[in-house]
Every structure is written in structure tokens, then in C-alpha cells.
């Protein structure tokens, strides 16, 4: 059959390779930090590398059926893979096994599997089958609202399931959107919201709005240096300010100075907005809003870190931010992780050599902190290998995302860059302690069955739309 | 129709630009950042210390003073403690389960992973139950420890004793850690260097509970403890326990030294303490109740009291006025006894005296004369003051010897200045501070360095700076004490002097009680004026009189004259270290002074 031989050929080798060379990596790496002298033979599979071997030889299977299914099946099934789940998802919130304080697991058999895991490939194929649908205009309100639906429906899920990290990777769908026309606005409000949050809970308020305030003064100059409308600006400030301090004195209200200058942004910025209405000064009305809603969102964040959040989300969010240190307590773990890593050095301790890990000081270490492994072991050199595999694999997605002539492969080629990204981001992340303790597994490289399935599935799926590119997908 | 393709450059640049943000990340976490190491590095190393055993203590005969006793602590590594017979542990290590859980919390604070020492110093046969049931208390385990004992009850002065660190000690040298030892006084602490050893450290991979995993590189990087160098004291162990016998209910002190060395023979202030009290576990209580004592136990008299020399300095004003020919051999006073001017004499007697004579009498009189012709011999007083302390401070008096004891007291000769500012400069004389001529006064001296000045007699002009360690295994002692110092005075003109001083052992009242049959010793009593009290009695002498082996000092408080209660007690003393027995016709003489309790108020003298 000539086809099939084609799609031998066009498979994207690369790919693929890198692909092998991660879970080779990680499989080793389990080995060596679960390694002890009484068991010895890495094919132990009382072991969890000796287990690890068996997903991966499952792992490898699962890949080559995916190669050999038929294109379109993919794009028939995209909802009702979808829909099924979410089945399970809702199955597991009823019938699931707790551990680790998440209900995320079901057993069977001898084996658990985690359906939190198979939500992404699953959401990413509903999403690119709704997205290319013929006449999808992303624009349109109602598209918004099915599009936050597919994403957001597994992850509120996954949510109640209190498996908070695999919930926070929906939201990296916003660049795929992003990619397919969604505004740039929406990005950088993104961007400004997260910013905000970390210097509303990094800053006191007081140098907060001080510095929103000055901001705020510094724009209005810049955007219309030396007019009478910054000079008006200044005036509803000064107003503004003047008002509010005298009414907080005479009426004894015992607000603080940052309250009042939270006020004035606020009061000011509806003065204004209405002048700059008046005056159809559009640039004006836009900054106003922006400072304005810096100054609310900014509260909000205080408030709700304060009476929303739980006291170990809020520790690990402060322990990341250098709020508070507890390097016994709650940024163990970071801490620990690292001394495995910082001790590693340029050329590591060699292979097995590894104090940290062998001795169980990290935490978690053939899973969410296998990383320290490499690290500690490999040393930067193995640090470097692995962060630029990934960094290659990523580009070479997008690459072949962009080659894709059906949107369909396109957007689900998008999709399973941004969210193997995301795996790593945070993961890598968190064990250098540039990002919160978020238990998300590395790709290819942690231990476990699931998600390792999962990751595969994901990524062949899409290597699969692309070895046949050429074809004409039925949409 | 793609119109937002270039985005995915966007996208691109944020993939990168993380990557770019770890790699860096990375790059100071690895490579520029040490402190990452040593974490991991205290981490998993726990380093487990060996204890060397003390160097032992040797008496100049070869005798074992000092030796080690094992001792065991308790450690415990509190994250591992699971629950127990808290009681049955109380029992056994007799603390109250108060205090137990008291060490226990305080253990805790310090460190959860870390192990501390909950209890010090148990005994092996404490240490054979409990170890036998360790297995019932998880997260406790023992080190082994070795602490001092002691074969006599004596000597407790000289060695000193052994305690555990401070923080200034540990501030000082590197070499301690909390919980190690030291000698705090004595020679044990002069020669805690040589007597400490060298501590080993055992390294050990541990795992995040704390469990050995094995040994660190093989055990490349261990290093064994070095036990301690042994140490030969100049101490003679039988003349100190005599010593201490005959100085039994009184307070006072004895130093005895060996002439041609310097070597202290025995050293002794009474009242002293077992050794062995300030060892182990009851070291804390028994040193509250010696440091609570009236009678001041630990205050090292021999070192550090200070008396008036009295009449034994009135060698010393002869030897000055001989050596600088103020007076010669020919030289007589008259002494009118209790009615002579300016300073009475003690008893009527033969007058006028020569040198011999008033050094047997103890003339105060022929010593005021002698005194104000070597003051009146300078241009002015202040002059002839400074000389005659020139003299008087080459025979190491006034400031300390530099003995290898700890806590030696200076004494005092007082300067030009005291008197300048006390009377007003040129306006003293020797008139004025006549009390030096008879060693009253402001004159102080301890009683190391009374017997030091009997020595430098002994040797007709010279001394060795006193010492209590005669050799240290493998190594010489110090130069400092193997160095000759010379006096300011010629030979020659000790002879008349220590022709008096036999003349005291022999042919005075008291003589009675010191002349030792087949021994010629030479001697000078001294009466210490006391203000607070009865007068100290002093006795300083050596033998035998050529080629002398001994020379001592000895003060008995709040006793009366010298030649009753000092003297006896220094002849017994010579008598034993040269004879190594009582002669038969002075056995009243040692019972009389073994019986004699000055500390018991209510008994006659």
C-alpha cells in the first residue's frame, strides 16, 4: 500500500527521536533516584523503574497504533473522545481512589490511571475540531462562550478533583487562541492581571499605589507631554486627593495614606474619563481604565488571597514570592530540591552518585522533582541537554504546526506545543524555585504510567495529522 | 488566508525565552552558586566525632595519678523518637521526668534532624541495662566518652580538673565543639595541647531519617583519634599525700620545689578536695558545694594568697646589704630587745650581732639598721628604694614566676610611685617604710614564690622558674624551664646567710621541733602579722645544706609563731622526701601536727 509507506516517510522523525531520547532519559533517571543496592537489576518491576519499563513499552505500543488509525478518525471522534472524558472525569469525582488529597485516580485492576491526564489531548482535539469548524469566527461572542466551555469544563472538573495543578494547564489554551486571532489585548491584560497579582502580594500597598500613582502621572505626561489636558489631570487628582484625605480627616475615618491614594486613582479616573470623553480624547479614557482597574484588582487579589485562598496555597505563593521562608516547613521541598540540584555542579556527580535523591532528601523525586535527579547527577551539562531537547522539540511543534494545511491540525498542533510548555514551564519551574509548588509532571520524564500515556497520545496524534498533511481531512 | 500566522513567533520567542530564563537559572544555581553544596553536603554527611582518651598523668616516680574511665551520653535525634517508657528511662538514668522531658523539648528546639545529648556522662554500669534495652527507644542511641579518674585522693591543685567547654572556649579555638572537653585549671588545662589528643571524625551517609547509610568514600576522608601525650609530673605523690595528711584541719599551704630544677615536689593548699569530685555527672553539685565552702576550697592558696614574707625576707635585706657592702661580716648592732627604736624586737637577746646571729635571732633591730644603710646608700631615699627592689625582684618576687599553674598571683613589691603618691615624692625615707627591713608592710608573696626564694638560697643565687611537669611523652618541657635565672646577688654572700638559717634549725628554742637527726637543714621561720586575726605562721627552709634536694615553703593561717606550727610540718616534709621516713625520735612531733585542728576553734594549742 503505497500510503502506508508514505506515512512512514513523512512521519517527522525528529520528533519522534527527541521524543525517544526524553523517555530514555527519565526512564534512567528513575532508576537513579529510586536506586538502592538491594535491587539492583534495572528490569526489577517491583521497582518503579522496572514498572516505568513497562509503561514505556506500553507507551511505545499505544504510539504505533495511533500512527496506523486513519486520519480522519481523529477528527470523526474529536467530540466524542471528548465527551468521554469528561465521563470519566465526572466518574472518578464519585468512584475515585484519594491520593495525595486529590480524588483523581481509578483503579483497575492492579493498575490506577489518572483521567486528568488523558482531559488535555482530549480537550485539545474538541477545541481544534470546534475552532475549525466551517464559518467559526473567533470574534463572535457566542464562540467565546463555547470556547471557554470545552476549555474550562474538564479543568473546573479536575478542580473539584483538588488537583488544582492539572486544572492551571487550561489555561495555557489562551495562546493557541491567541494564535488564532484572538485579540493581543486579551494577552497583554493576561499579563498585566498576573503582574498585578504578584506585586499586589510582593509590595505593601502603600508603595503599591504609590507606584500605580506615579505610573498613572508618568503616562498621562508621556502620552500628552506639555498640553493643558495633563495639567487638567493633575488638577483631578490633586482634587481628588485633597478631597479625599480632608473627608477621611474631618469624618475620622482611619484610612490609611495607600487607601487614599487608591481612592484618588479611583475618583480621579472617573473625572477623567469624563473629561476625556468630552474632549474625545480616547488615549486618556483607556490609561484611566487601566490604572483604575490595577487599583480594584489589586484589592481584590489581597482580599482573596486573604479569605480565598487555603493557608498551604497561600504558603506556597508567599514561600515563591520570598514572603515568608520556611525552609523546614512549606519550602522544603523548593529547598531541598534546590541543594539536589545546586549541588550537582557543571559536570554532576555521575551517574548513581547522587547523595540527595538516593537518600530521599527530595521529595517526590521520580515524579514532580525528577528533574533534581538530572541535575544533581548530570550536573548543568545534563540540565542544558534536557532544557534545549525540550526547547528544540517545542519549536519544531510549532514548526510543524505552521506547516499543517487543515486548521483542524493546525490548532491541535498548537495545542500540544503550548501545553507540553506548560508541563515544563512549571515543572523545571518549581524545582529551581523560579515557580510555586505545583505538582505537574515533567513530559516523558516523570514516573507514571498515565501521564506518560497521555503525553504520548497527545504528541502522536498530532504526528500523526502531520505525516499526513498532504491528505485532504474531510473539514 | 492565515493571517495571524507570524504570531507563532511570538509564541516561539516565549518558549525561548524561558528556556533562556532556566539555562540561566540554572547556570548560577550549578556553577556559580557554592552554597548549594554545602548544603548538600550537611545534608547527608553526619559526621560522627572519636573521642581520643585523655593523655594519662604520671607522679616523677612513675606512678599513675590520672587515668580515663568510659562514660557514655544519650544522644537523641528527636524526629525519630517514637513513643516510650518514659518512666522506666527516668528510672534507670535517675532524673526526675520532669527534667527528662525538659532536655527533651530542649533538644527539639535545637534541632529536630540533628542529634543532642540528653544526658551526660552515664556510668558503665548504667550504661550495660540501658543497653541492652535501647532498641525499646527509638531515636535514642549512646556515644562512649572516657572522663578522669583518679588513683590518690590528692593533688587536686596541681592537676586541676577537666570540664566542658564555653563559649569563649570554643570562640578561641576552632578545634572544640559544644559538649567537647577542656581542662579548666591546673595542668590540665596548661597542658590541655598535649593531654587532649586529637579528635577524629568518622563520616557517614545519612538519609533524609537520619540512618547510616554507609561509610563516606569508603572511610577515605575518616581520620582515627589520636590519644593524648602522657604527662611525668615533677610531683613526688607520696610527699604530697604526706603533705596533705599534715596540713589536714588547717588552712594554709605547702609548696615544696627541687633546687637544681625547679621541679615542684608538692604543692598543697589546704583545705583541698578529691579530685575525683569534679568528675562525671555530680561535678555540677559538688562544685556549687565546693565554691559555697567558707574555708574557700578552691581558691588555690599555694598560687594565689598572698601573705607578708615577715622575718623570711630578712635574708633577702641581708643578702642586699652584703652585695652592695652597706654592711659586712663585721658589721655589729645593738638591739635594746622589746625597747629598741624605731622597731622592737621580739626578746632580749645577745647584743650587739653580726649577720649570722641576728639571721638565728631574727633580729628586727640589725635588719632596720641593715635596711636604712642600703636606702641611705642611694642619693636619695627614693634612690636607694628602687635599688634595693631591683635586688629584691631578681629573686621573682613582685610579679609572677610564670610556672606552668594556672592563676598565679603576682604578689607585690610595692614602687617609688605608691609612695610618692602616698606620702608625697621626697618626702618618705627609710624611716618611713621600715616595715619592709622585717617582710611587713605592703610587701605580699605567695607561697610558690616563698619556696622559690628558699630555692634561689638553696642555690646560692640563682633559681629555675618553678614547674609541676617534669616531661611531656615524646617532647621536652618548655625552655622557659629549663633556663637558669639569675639573682642579683654573688654567691659568696649566701654562706653567712645560710649559716644563720642552720643556726634557726638548730640552735633556737624551737629547734625541738625541726631538727632532723642526720640531716642538715636550713630554715627561717616567719610570723605573718594578721589584722583579721591570729598570726599566720611561715616556715621556709632546704636540705641538706650541701647539694640541697628540697627546698619549701609552708604557711599555716590564723596559727601563731612560725617555728611552732610552720616549721614542724616543713621538717616533717623534708624528712620524708630526703629520709622516706620519721625518724623514730620525731614521731611526737608528726603525731602532734597530724592531731593539731585549727579549723576545730574549741581545741588548746
Known amino acids: 500500500m503505497p500510503r502506508r509507506n508514505q506515512l512512514w516517510t513523512n512521519i517527522d522523525w525528529l520528533t519522534v527521536f527527541i521524543y525517544l531520547v526524553l523517555v530514555f532519559l527519565g526512564w534512567i533517571n528513575i532508576y537513579a533516584a529510586v536506586y538502592d543496592a538491594e535491587h539492583q537489576s534495572i528490569f526489577d518491576i517491583s521497582q518503579r523503574y522496572g514498572k516505568q519499563l513497562l509503561w514505556i513499552g506500553a507507551a511505545l505500543l499505544i504510539a504505533f497504533a495511533i500512527l496506523l488509525i486513519e486520519t480522519n478518525f481523529y477528527v470523526f471522534f474529536s467530540y466524542a473522545i471528548y465527551g468521554a472524558v469528561i465521563l470519566l472525569l465526572v466518574f472518578v469525582l464519585f468512584a475515585g481512589n484519594e491520593v495525595n488529597n486529590s480524588k483523581s485516580w481509578i483503579a483497575i485492576g492492579g493498575f490506577a490511571i489518572q483521567p486528568a491526564e488523558f482531559g488535555k489531548f482530549a480537550t485539545a482535539l474538541a477545541l481544534a475540531k470546534y475552532m475549525s469548524t466551517f464559518g467559526f469566527k473567533l470574534q463572535r461572542f457566542w464562540s467565546l462562550v463555547i470556547i471557554g466551555f470545552i476549555i474550562f469544563f474538564p479543568a473546573a472538573l479536575i478542580l473539584l478533583q483538588n488537583d488544582t495543578g492539572s486544572a492551571l494547564v487550561y489555561f495555557v489554551f489562551v495562546l493557541v487562541l491567541y494564535r488564532e486571532g484572538l485579540s493581543g489585548v486579551v494577552l497583554f491584560f493576561a499579563t498585566l492581571i498576573g503582574l498585578m497579582f504578584i506585586l499586589s502580594l510582593v509590595l505593601s500597598e502603600l508603595v503599591l499605589f504609590a507606584l500605580l500613582s506615579g505610573l498613572a502621572l508618568l503616562t498621562f505626561f508621556v502620552v500628552r507631554a506639555g498640553t493643558k489636558h495633563f495639567f487638567k489631570v493633575l488638577l483631578f487628582f490633586a482634587g481628588a486627593f485633597i478631597l479625599l484625605a480632608a473627608v477621611n480627616y474631618l469624618a475620622r475615618l482611619g484610612y490609611q495614606v495607600e487607601h487614599v491614594l487608591a481612592g484618588m486613582i479611583l475618583l480621579g479616573g472617573v473625572g477623567i474619563i469624563a473629561y476625556s470623553m468630552h474632549n474625545k480624547l480616547k488615549s486618556y479614557t483607556l490609561i484611566a481604565l487601566v490604572f483604575m482597574g490595577s487599583v480594584l484588582f489589586s484589592l481584590t487579589v489581597d482580599y482573596a488571597f486573604d479569605n480565598l485562598l487555603e493557608p498551604y496555597q497561600q504558603a506556597r505563593i508567599n514561600e515563591l514570592l520570598g514572603i515568608e521562608s520556611d525552609p523546614l516547613g512549606v519550602g522544603y521541598n523548593v529547598n531541598q530540591s534546590k541543594i539536589a540540584i545546586g549541588s550537582g555542579g557543571f559536570w554532576g556527580k555521575g551517574f548513581l552518585n547522587g547523595t540527595q535523591t538516593k537518600f530521599n532528601f527530595v521529595p517526590e523525586q521520580s515524579t514532580d522533582f525528577i528533574f533534581c535527579t538530572v541535575g544533581e547527577e548530570w550536573g548543568f551539562a545534563g540540565t542544558l541537554v534536557v532544557v534545549l531537547l525540550f526547547l528544540t522539540l517545542f519549536v519544531r511543534l510549532i514548526f510543524l504546526a505552521e506547516r499543517q494545511r487543515s486548521g483542524f491540525s493546525r490548532i491541535y498542533g498548537y495545542s500540544v506545543a503550548v501545553i507540553l510548555f506548560f508541563h515544563f514551564m512549571v515543572n523545571i519551574g518549581m524545582t529551581i524555585g523560579m515557580m510555586p509548588v505545583i505538582g505537574i509532571p515533567l513530559p516523558f520524564f516523570s514516573y507514571g504510567g498515565s501521564s506518560l500515556w497521555a503525553f504520548t497520545i497527545l504528541l502522536f496524534i498530532f504526528l500523526r495529522l502531520d505525516a499526513s498533511r498532504l491528505d485532504h481531512l474531510s473539514n | 488566508m492565515d493571517t495571524f500566522s ?579 625520735s620525731r614521731t611526737w612531733v608528726e603525731t602532734r601536727m597530724l592531731e593539731m585542728d585549727l579549723l576545730n576553734r574549741n581545741q588548746s594549742r
Open chain 2, 6 to 584: 507570524k504570531r507563532g513567533y511570538l509564541i516561539i520567542g516565549i518558549f525561548v525565552l524561558t528556556g533562556i530564563i532556566f539555562i540561566a537559572g540554572l547556570f548560577r544555581l550549578q556553577v556559580l552558586d557554592p552554597t548549594y553544596k554545602v548544603f548538600a553536603t550537611n545534608n547527608v554527611l553526619r559526621e560522627i566525632v572519636q573521642y581520643p582518651a585523655r593523655g594519662l598523668i604520671y607522679d616523677r616516680n612513675g606512678n599513675l595519678l590520672v587515668h580515663n574511665k568510659p562514660a557514655y551520653d544519650l544522644l537523641v535525634t528527636p524526629r525519630e523518637v517514637a513513643e516510650f517508657d518514659t518512666t522506666y528511662l527516668c528510672n534507670l538514668l535517675e532524673i526526675t521526668l520532669d527534667d527528662f522531658k525538659g532536655r527533651l523539648d530542649a533538644a527539639r528546639e535545637y534541632s529536630r534532624y540533628k542529634p543532642s545529648i540528653i544526658v551526660k556522662q552515664i556510668s558503665p554500669e548504667t550504661y550495660a541495662v540501658l543497653q541492652e534495652r535501647l532498641y525499646r527507644f527509638r531515636g535514642f542511641h549512646t556515644q562512649s566518652r572516657t572522663l578522669r579518674e583518679y588513683k590518690y585522693p590528692a593533688a587536686a591543685h596541681v592537676l586541676g580538673y577537666v570540664g566542658e567547654v564555653n563559649q569563649s572556649d570554643l570562640k578561641e579555638d576552632s578545634y572544640y565543639s559544644q559538649g567537647d572537653y577542656i581542662g579548666v585549671s591546673g595542668i590540665e588545662k596548661t597542658y590541655e595541647k598535649w593531654l587532649r589528643g586529637e579528635k577524629g571524625i568518622k563520616k557517614f551517609l545519612v538519609d533524609v531519617h537520619n540512618r547510616i547509610q554507609g561509610s563516606f568514600l569508603n572511610g577515605e576522608e575518616d581520620t582515627h583519634a589520636t590519644v593524648g601525650n602522657n604527662l611525668t609530673t615533677s610531683i613526688d605523690i607520696e610527699l604530697q599525700l604526706y603533705a596533705e595528711k599534715l596540713m589536714e584541719n588547717k588552712i594554709g599551704s605547702v609548696v615544696a620545689i627541687e633546687p637544681s630544677t625547679g621541679e615542684i615536689l608538692a604543692l598543697v593548699s589546704a583545705p583541698s578536695y578529691h579530685p575525683g569530685m569534679l568528675v562525671g555527672r555530680v561535678r555540677g553539685a559538688n562544685y556549687s558545694r565546693l565554691l559555697a565552702d567558707t574555708l574557700k576550697p578552691l581558691f588555690n592558696r599555694a598560687l594565689q594568697a598572698e601573705y607578708p614574707p615577715g622575718s623570711t625576707f630578712k635574708m633577702l635585706n641581708t643578702l642586699i646589704a652584703l652585695q652592695e657592702g652597706t654592711i659586712n661580716l663585721h658589721t655589729r648592732f645593738s638591739c635594746d630587745g622589746p625597747e629598741s627604736r624605731p622597731i622592737r624586737c621580739t626578746h632580749y637577746h645577745v647584743s650587739p650581732l653580726g649577720v649570722v646571729d641576728a639571721i638565728r635571732e631574727s633580729c628586727n633591730p640589725f635588719l632596720w639598721n641593715t635596711f636604712r644603710s642600703i636606702i641611705n646608700h642611694g642619693e636619695t631615699a627614693a634612690d636607694g628604694f628602687n635599688h634595693w627592689k631591683e635586688y629584691v625582684e631578681s629573686f621573682g618576687l613582685g610579679s609572677r614566676l610564670g610556672t606552668d599553674l594556672v592563676n598565679e598571683n603576682n604578689g607585690n613589691v610595692p614602687s617609688e610611685d605608691y609612695y610618692n603618691r602616698y606620702y608625697g615624692a621626697g618626702r618618705w625615707n627609710a624611716l618611713t617604710v621600715r616595715s619592709l627591713s622585717i617582710g611587713q608592710g605592703e610587701l605580699g608573696i605567695t607561697p610558690l614564690q616563698l619556696a622559690n626564694y628558699s630555692a634561689a638560697i638553696a642555690n646560692r643565687g640563682y633559681y629555675y622558674v618553678p614547674h609541676a611537669v617534669k616531661n611531656i611523652e615524646g617532647e621536652v618541657i618548655s625552655n622557659r624551664y629549663r633556663t637558669k635565672v639569675e639573682t642579683a646577688i654573688s654567691p659568696e654572700h649566701f654562706e653567712p646567710i645560710i649559716d644563720g638559717m642552720q643556726m634557726v634549725v638548730e640552735n633556737t628554742n624551737a629547734s625541738v621541733f625541726m631538727r632532723i637527726p642526720g640531716l642538715t637543714m636550713c630554715g627561717k621561720t616567719g610570723t605573718v602579722q594578721n589584722p583579721h586575726g591570729k598570726d599566720h605562721a611561715a616556715f621556709m627552709a632546704f636540705a641538706p645544706r650541701e647539694n640541697p634536694q628540697i627546698a619549701i615553703s609552708v604557711y599555716v593561717e590564723n596559727s601563731g609563731y612560725g617555728s611552732t606550727f610552720a616549721a614542724p610540718i616543713a621538717s616533717l616534709l623534708v624528712e620524708k622526701y630526703l629520709n622516706r621516713e620519721i625518724a623514730e
